[in-house]
């Protein structure tokens, strides 16, 4: 789907965190059913900015809806999600040094456009390779051609796409994979594993670091 169509004018809300002169920014979408400001959404913008990148969070039109009515919404269509990416790529002054990615849905969006707007490098946390439960409704037929470097941090135990299945995926080799220890699809670990969820997303921060500096 083409991007060059932007979805609105109006100034988008960024929420930012970090050094506004750092060289590379992370432009970082919510999952379907969280906001911007999650509990997983501000631990993983202070990590990010803690290991040196600038995090500019932002919400889909029906989130933001949401935030002014405080009605639930299911999430828009591709159709607006997508040129919405382009119009976020846009406010923040263009590609080039720009990570555009999310958690789950937000992530799999970014990778749906990350190649046409041409942004630097995509990160996806927790990418829901399927729904749970349908191993057969795959969605990952487009990561296969994918050309911008990626990095997909996911939770050892997430039901959208367990270690076993993704080793039998089509995926390009632009693509690294950081496995969450014992996470789910938000990387909370089991307490008998003895780690934190804390602990996972301070570690996944750690590897989108280093990610990022190898794309400078």
């Known amino acids: 789907m083409s991007c060059d169509q932007t979805l609105t004018e109006t100034p988008i809300p960024f929420l930012f965190d970090g050094d506004e002169k750092a060289g590379l920014t992370i432009a970082l979408a919510h999952g379907a059913g969280a906001p911007m400001d999650s509990p997983f959404m501000n631990e ?18 029906y989130m933001a809806k949401r935030r002014v009515d405080g009605k639930k919404r299911g999430p828009d269509r591709a159709a607006v999600l997508l ?15 720009l990570i555009l990615g999310g958690k789950s849905m937000g992530g799999r969006m970014a990778s749906m456009v990350a190649d046409d ?25 487009h990561l296969a ?8 941090c996911h939770g050892t135990r ?16 632009t693509i690294g994979l950081h496995w969450v220890e014992d996470g789910e699809h938000d990387f909370k670990p089991r307490k008998s594993s003895g780690r934190t969820q804390n602990q996972n997303i301070i570690e996944a921060a750690g590897a989108i670091s280093d990610f990022a500096r190898k794309l400078t």
């Open 83 to 97: 040129p919405f990416l382009g119009e976020v790529v846009r406010q923040l002054g263009g590609p080039e040094n």
């Open 145 to 152: 051609s994918l050309v911008t470097p990626a990095l997909i």
């Open 158 to 173: 997430d039901p959208f796409g367990k270690p076993d299945e993704i080793a039998g995926y089509n995926l390009s080799k």
């Open 117 to 141: 707007l041409g942004v630097a490098g995509l990160v996806c946390l927790g990418y829901p390779f399927h729904p749970p439960g349908k191993p057969e409704n795959l969605r990952t037929e």
């Open 44 to 61: 993983m913008a202070g990590a990010l900015a803690a290991g040196g990148l600038r995090v500019a969070r932002f919400e889909f039109p």
